[in-house]
C-alpha cells in the first residue's frame, strides 16, 4: 500500500538557523510531490511542486527552497529561518493520471521559528 | 491562477443540523476537491468532482458541483460532533495532477 512519511512531526528553530524537513513516498512511484504551508489552521498555501526528479517548480518566492533528489523523496529547505518561516508544511503527492482518488496528504510538521 | 472562496469562513451549528459549505472559482473547475482537517493534521480527502451536474454523497455527506463548473457545495445531513473541523475545497487544473490550490477553508464547530 502507498504510504507518506513527513518528519519531524514538530520543530522549534531559532532565527537565522538553517531547515531541512523531508518527505517520502513509499508503494509508488514517479508520483507528483507537493509542498504546502498552512498558516493559523487555515487555507494552504502552494510552495513548491514536482513532477520529476530534479524538477521543481515554485509558487512563491521567499527564503526557502526545495529538491526532489530521489523519485519518491521531496526535501524543504532553507538556508536562514525568519520569523514568518513558523507553520504548518504539509507533503502531499498523487500519482499522475490519478487524480480521481484525490492527492494524499502526510500529517505535517509544525514549525516554529523563535 | 485558479482562485477559490470559500463561504461561510466559520459555522457554529447544533447537532442533528443541516448545514451547507460553498466553494466558488473564477475561473473554470476541471478537478474539485474536498477535504477535512482536524486541527494540527494532515488532510483528509472527501470527494472529487470532475463533470458538470455531478454530485456525489459518503455517508452523511454529499458535495455537488454545478453545470456550469464554477461552484460546488459540500452539504452535511445531521450533523454530529465528529464532524467538525476545517473543510478545505481545493481545484487542480486540466492536466491531472498539476498544481492543486485551496480556497480559505470553512472552520465548523458542532455543539452536542
Known amino acids: 500500500s502507498q504510504t507518506i512519511h513527513q518528519w519531524p512531526a514538530t520543530l522549534v528553530q531559532p532565527v537565522g538557523s538553517p531547515l531541512s524537513l523531508e518527505c517520502t513516498v513509499e508503494?509508488?512511484?514517479?508520483?507528483?510531490l507537493y509542498w504546502y504551508r498552512q498558516a493559523a489552521g487555515r487555507g494552504l498555501q502552494l510552495l513548491f511542486y514536482s513532477v520529476g526528479i530534479g524538477q521543481i517548480s515554485s509558487e512563491v518566492p521567499q527564503n526557502l527552497s526545495a529538491s526532489r533528489p530521489q523519485d519518491r523523496q521531496f526535501i524543504l529547505s532553507s538556508k536562514k529561518l525568519l520569523l514568518s518561516d513558523s507553520g504548518f508544511y504539509l507533503c502531499a503527492w498523487i500519482l499522475k493520471g490519478a487524480n480521481y482518488y484525490g492527492y494524499t496528504f502526510g500529517s505535517g510538521t509544525r514549525l516554529t521559528v523563535v | 491562477s485558479q482562485e477559490l472562496e470559500q463561504s461561510p469562513q466559520s459555522l457554529i451549528v447544533q447537532e442533528g443540523k443541516n448545514l451547507t459549505i460553498n466553494c466558488t472559482s473564477s475561473?473554470?473547475?476541471?478537478?474539485l476537491y474536498w477535504y477535512k482537517q482536524k486541527y494540527g493534521e494532515g488532510l483528509i480527502f472527501l470527494m472529487m468532482?470532475?463533470?458538470?451536474?455531478e454530485e456525489k454523497s459518503h455517508e452523511k455527506i454529499t458535495a455537488k458541483l454545478d453545470e456550469k463548473k464554477q461552484q460546488s457545495s459540500l452539504h452535511i445531513t445531521a450533523s454530529q460532533p465528529s464532524h467538525a473541523g476545517i473543510y478545505l475545497c481545493g481545484a487542480d487544473g486540466r492536466t491531472s495532477g498539476s498544481r492543486l490550490t485551496f480556497g480559505e477553508g470553512t472552520q465548523l464547530t458542532v455543539n452536542p
Open positions: 508503494g509508488t512511484s514517479n508520483p507528483n
Open positions: 468532482l470532475q463533470k458538470g451536474g
Open positions: 475561473k473554470t473547475l476541471y478537478g
